[in-house]
């Protein structure tokens, strides 16, 4: 029996909706792999992704099987008791990784949250309360609670809401020596993202990461790597650690591990998680059986060599096509993750690129003001890759026109 809903509209943001975001003028309704329908039944290709999190696209079959066999099964019991999917999805994390337990929760903040928090704790338990510094880099981004924003440290999402969470440092991305000078014994952790994903899609260099990896064993420091964007074959990996072959002491996880379902996940080592004692951290939706059954098959599909190695493929799909576009001075990233570098021209106006490209037909993001992102679901069909840039070139023929 279906129940008759009121009409909406995209007016509709503006009346009942707390401002916070700025949603496009038009209403996705429907997704079938790389494909979107609006209200007025147009169609687009998606090279969006649910900013990094469509990971199988939309309506992936596995996944609808999952969430409706677990949504006729059972849909939440809180951590007062265990539940079978989430066992199942610390199983398949842990044997995929170095980590030896998982932590579940909601989103890439918490995720965050989760960490931080561990970190601080066990240098707390194992050197006394000095030790509590975090560093973090410039431009990096690790979500919106207070102390996420305050790691993350760029004004724009930090000020202006009392005071921040303090203990942190911010050092430039990609620069050991200043990482070298910033590091002591008060450090707890340092935590980076393997590739910048929301300022721009900076890849770490090998050197980079390795040497970070080094001044934190040498101060007794935990390493942890942000893979919320970067995580779950985005790569071509299944984490971007494994791309570099530096292993962290702690790594979160959202985004295309829900593949559309929120859910994120802390992974870390027996050793650093025995501080996480039962009472010391929580949520309640934590490992909710709906979230897990559906990473759980979420891991399925992309956790294998055939998914993983068409990543790359398709990475270089993409390329060849979008270096070829005047608007762009470099196109950088891994995988599917893509950021393609406005020209001094073109500076500032990532914005007015994604307008014509919906005008279009076809929806991608910006990583900043300078920066166009591609971030599409990880098995995208090649002849939806060919269409999206066919109709990204027509929109760029469009801009460049004027
Ligand atoms: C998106 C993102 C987050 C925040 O995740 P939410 O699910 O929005 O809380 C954290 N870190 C990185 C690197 C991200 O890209």
Request: with cysteine.
């Amino acid at each position: 029996m279906s129940v008759e809903q009121a009409p909406v509209q995209r007016a509709d943001f503006d009346q009942v909706m707390v401002p916070n975001y700025a949603p496009a003028a038009f209403i996705p309704v429907r997704g079938e792999g790389s494909r979107v329908w609006d209200q007025a039944g147009r169609e687009l290709i998606d090279f969006a992704g649910g900013i990094a999190v469509n990971a199988l696209g939309h309506c992936h079959p596995a996944l609808v099987k999952a969430l409706t066999e677990q949504a006729n099964t059972l849909w939440h019991v809180s951590n007062v008791f265990t539940n079978e999917p989430a066992l199942r999805l610390a199983h398949k994390l842990v044997d995929a990784t170095f980590a030896d337990k998982a932590f579940f929760c909601n989103s890439g903040a918490e995720a965050n949250e989760a960490a931080f928090k561990l970190a601080r704790r066990v240098a707390h338990d194992r050197f006394g309360p000095d030790k509590h510094e975090i560093i973090s880099t410039v431009n990096s981004f690790h979500g919106r609670t207070l102390f996420t924003v305050s790691v993350g440290g760029q004004p724009k999402y930090s000020d202006g809401f009392g005071p921040k969470i303090t203990g942190i440092s911010h050092v430039p991305y990609n620069d050991l020596e200043a990482l070298k000078a910033q590091i002591s014994d008060k450090t707890c952790a340092v935590v980076i993202e393997p590739i910048q994903g929301e300022s721009g899609v900076v890849p770490a260099d090998l050197a980079y990461l390795e040497g970070a990896r080094k001044l934190c064993d040498e101060h007794n420091a935990l390493l942890i790597f942000d893979e919320v964007q970067t995580g779950v074959g985005r790569t071509g990996h299944l984490y971007a650690y494994q791309h570099y072959g530096v292993i962290p002491d702690i790594l979160s996880s959202a985004k295309s591990l829900g593949g559309g379902f929120p859910i994120g996940a802390m992974l870390t080592t027996d050793d650093i998680a025995k501080h996480l004692v039962a009472g010391t951290h929580g949520t309640t939706y934590g490992g909710n059986p709906l979230g897990c059954a559906v990473a759980c098959a979420v891991l399925d599909v992309i956790n294998t060599p055939q998914t993983l190695a068409a990543v790359t493929a398709k990475h270089e799909r993409f390329k060849a096509r979008l270096e070829k576009i005047e608007l762009f001075s470099l196109v950088r990233g891994v995988g599917l993750l893509i950021g393609c570098v406005l020209t001094d021209v073109w500076k500032g106006k990532a914005k007015d690129v994604l307008n014509a490209a919906e005008k279009e037909g076809l929806m991608v993001l910006q990583a900043g003001p300078d920066v166009v992102r591609f971030a599409p679901s990880l098995v995208i069909e090649d002849a939806d890759i060919d269409e999206g840039l066919d109709r990204f070139e027509r929109a760029v023929a469009k801009l460049l026109q004027g």
